[in-house]
DNA sequence: TCCCACATGTAAGATGTTACATGATTTA
DNA sequence: TAAATCATGTAACATCTTACATGTGGGA
C-alpha cells in the first residue's frame, strides 16, 4: 500500500479533527461522535454539525482512512460504526507531524463585538450580557472537569487530558478577563 | 422611514461587524475597512476576506444602512468610499441592544488540535509548535499594543478601547496557559 | 523603471448550517 | 403509550475563501 498518492495536506481541518476522534481505541458510529466531539473537541477546537460528520466520515472512507460496518443482527439497531484504518493512521501521524505551521487561533467572541460597539447601548444591558457570559463560563467550566473526569484513568489518553487542562484553565482565564472587562467598562 | 420591516436579526454577524467598523465617525472604503479589522476586529472577532468585506457592504447599501460615495476629481484615485446611514446606525442599534444571547465564543485552535493528537506526534516536535505559538502571540500582543497607541485619546472610542485592552489581557493570557501546558507535556 | 501599496471586483468552489424526513428503542 | 434518545441521511442554502483579472499612483 501507498504508491505516490500524498494526501497528507487535501483535507479540511475538520476532516482530520474527525479521524483523530476515531484515533482513539474502538469504533464508533457517527452519532456518538458528534456527542464526544460536544464534550470535549469543543473546548478548544468547535464541534461540526451531525450532517458534517457524517459527511466527513464518507470522505474519510472514500479516502481509504476510515472503514465502516453495518452492525448485523447482533447489536439492536441498525448502526454503522466506523474505525480508523491503518492508512488512515499514517495519514494522520504525517499530519500532525508537519513541519507546517498549524496556523493561528480563530477566535469569534459575539460578546466582544458588543461590547465594542457599546456606544450603541444601554450600558446596564452590557453588563446584563458580560454576566451571562461569565455563568455560562462557568457552566462550561463544569463541563469540562467532567470530561476531565471521565478521562482520568483512562490508559493512553494522556495528550486529550492535557488539552482537557487547557482548556479547564482557558476557560476560568475567560471568567476572569470578563470581571476585568466589567471593571473597566465603569470608566466609559 | 421604518413601516413594519424589521430587519434586526437577518444579517449573519459580519454584516454587523462590517457596519460597526463603519459606524464610527467618517468614511472609509472597503480596502481601508479591511486594514482596520485586521488591525483591531480580528482580535477579538476575525477579520473577512476582502472579497467578502466588498460584499458585505453590497448588501448594506441594498439594505439602505450605507451609501457609496465615487470619489469625484478631487481625489487622485477612483474609489468607492462608504458611510453608515441613518438607517443603519438605527438597526445597529437595535441589534446591540437586542435581549437575545449573543452566542458562545467559537474557538478554533489548530495547535490544541495537534497536542489532542498528541500520541501520534514526537514529543520534539510538539514542544516546537508550541514555542512556535507563544512567539506569534507576543507579536499580537505587539500589535493590540500600537492599535491601544492609536486609539488612545481619540474620542468617543471607548468602547473599541475596552475591547482592545480586553484583547490584550486575553493574549497574555494565552501566553501564559502555553507555559503551563509545556509543563503539563513533561509529565506525558 | 520597477515594485509596492492602493483599489475594486468576479467566479468558482469549499465549507458548513438548518430544516426536513424517517424510523427504531428505551424509559418514564 | 408517550416522550426522549438513538440513528442516519438528504436537500437547500448561506457563508466564506482563493484565485483571478485589472488598473492607478507613489516612491526607490
Redesign the interface.
Known amino acids: 500500500m501507498a504508491m505516490g498518492e500524498d494526501d497528507t495536506q487535501d483535507m479540511p481541518?475538520t476532516a482530520?479533527?474527525v479521524l483523530?476522534l476515531l484515533?482513539f481505541p474502538g469504533e464508533r458510529t457517527g452519532y456518538e461522535l458528534k456527542k464526544w466531539a460536544d464534550s470535549s473537541?469543543r473546548?478548544?477546537?468547535?464541534s461540526p454539525a451531525l450532517s458534517q460528520i457524517y459527511a466527513e466520515l464518507r470522505r474519510l472512507e472514500s479516502h481509504g482512512y476510515a472503514t465502516s460496518r453495518r452492525s448485523g443482527p447482533e447489536e439492536p439497531r441498525t448502526k454503522r460504526a466506523y474505525a480508523i484504518t491503518e492508512a488512515g493512521?499514517a495519514a494522520?501521524?504525517r499530519w500532525?507531524?508537519a513541519a507546517q505551521?498549524?496556523?493561528?487561533?480563530?477566535?469569534?467572541?459575539?460578546?466582544?463585538?458588543?461590547?465594542?460597539?457599546?456606544?450603541?447601548?444601554?450600558p446596564e444591558?452590557l453588563r446584563a450580557?458580560v454576566h451571562?457570559h461569565v455563568a455560562?463560563t462557568q457552566a462550561?467550566l463544569k463541563e469540562v472537569r467532567e470530561a476531565l473526569g471521565r478521562a482520568d484513568g483512562v490508559e493512553?489518553w494522556?495528550?486529550?487530558q492535557?488539552?482537557l487542562?487547557?482548556?479547564e484553565?482557558?476557560l476560568l482565564?475567560?471568567v476572569?478577563?470578563a470581571e476585568?472587562?466589567l471593571v473597566?467598562?465603569e470608566g466609559?
Open positions: 481541518p482530520w479533527a483523530g484515533s473537541l473546548f478548544f477546537y468547535w493512521r494522520l501521524s500532525a507531524s505551521d498549524p496556523g493561528a487561533p480563530v477566535l469569534k467572541h459575539p460578546l466582544l463585538l458588543r461590547v465594542w460597539l457599546g456606544h450603541l447601548t444601554d444591558h450580557l451571562e455560562r462550561e493512553a494522556g495528550h486529550p492535557v488539552a487542562r487547557w482548556s484553565r482557558r482565564a475567560e476572569e478577563l476585568a472587562m473597566d467598562l466609559v
